[in-house]
């Protein structure tokens, strides 16, 4: 790895830290810098996953600091999550990397669409049944397993969708996350899918970001930065369709 891979990668990951912390999407701009700093395509979606477990952290702490919490209300939403991110892992781990990486840059423009939208929340007692929540978070767990990107952006949909507070679904959303995580990033480690240099450096930036994205967050700044993401996404998908040569 060269310096301005390295830069580029401390960068990214700060600015896609502070991306997930007020809404998701980060792995967007993550794992495409990854392929771009030469990591290969399944290489890049493990290696993403130890930045996004350590700046889950930085930010729950960040909201903890705060005074915000939701601990309680993330418990119906763990069970299905986790056993589907352990399924969508063992699965995605055994496809090519030129396949990853096809399959990663056509679900990056719908991700991006799913980012342009405000989620809203619904009246109390409207959200969904048991059965349903269970199923629903267990296809997020599968799709979180296997690709991770936009996941906040799913789970930050639906949690409001079931009546929670939007500022309380996205302290939620990173809590699932983290625990999606915690099943995934084993699977991948086990498999030697994980590039340690360009994890560590990823690592630094995406929680130094994820730090400062809580407190953007609580003051409803996070149109500050979606403009951003979105044209950098773009610019990206290119370089995993292979566009770029």
């Known amino acids: 790895m060269v310096w301005w891979e390295a830069v580029l990668l401390f960068v990214g990951g700060g600015a896609a830290g502070i991306v997930n912390a007020m809404a998701g999407g980060g792995s967007s701009l993550t794992v495409p810098l990854l392929v771009l ?4 395509g399944n290489f890049a979606n493990g290696t993403n996953r130890v930045g996004i477990f350590v700046s889950n952290g930085t930010t729950i702490w960040s909201f903890h600091k705060q005074g915000v919490t939701a601990y309680k209300d993330a418990i119906p939403f763990l069970f299905p999550v986790i ?3 352990l399924i969508g892992s063992i699965g995605i781990s055994q496809v090519t990397d030129t396949t990853f990486e096809t399959i990663f840059g056509i679900l990056i423009l719908p ?5 342009l939208r405000e989620p809203k929340t619904i009246e109390a007692g409207k959200g969904f049944s048991t059965t349903a929540t269970a199923a629903i978070f267990f296809g997020i767990g599968l799709y979180a397993g296997a690709i991770q990107m936009g996941v906040g952006l799913v789970l930050l949909a639906f949690l409001t969708r079931s009546g929670l507070p939007l500022m309380k679904a996205n302290i939620v959303k990173v809590l699932v996350t983290l625990a999606v995580t915690m099943t995934a990033l084993p699977v991948f480690i086990i498999q ?3 590039r340690w ?3 560590i450096i990823l690592t630094t930036g995406l929680s130094i970001g994820g730090w400062v994205g809580a407190r953007i967050a609580v003051r409803g700044g996070e149109r500050t930065i979606r403009v951003f993401m979105v044209i950098a996404a773009i610019g990206l998908t290119g370089k995993l369709l292979g566009l770029y040569g």
Do not use: C, E, T
């Open 192 to 194: 030697g899918k994980v």
């Open 111 to 115: 991700i991006i669409f799913l980012s």
């Open 83 to 85: 056993i589907g991110s």
């Open 197 to 199: 240099w360009p994890a």
């Open 37 to 40: 700093a030469g990591v290969p």
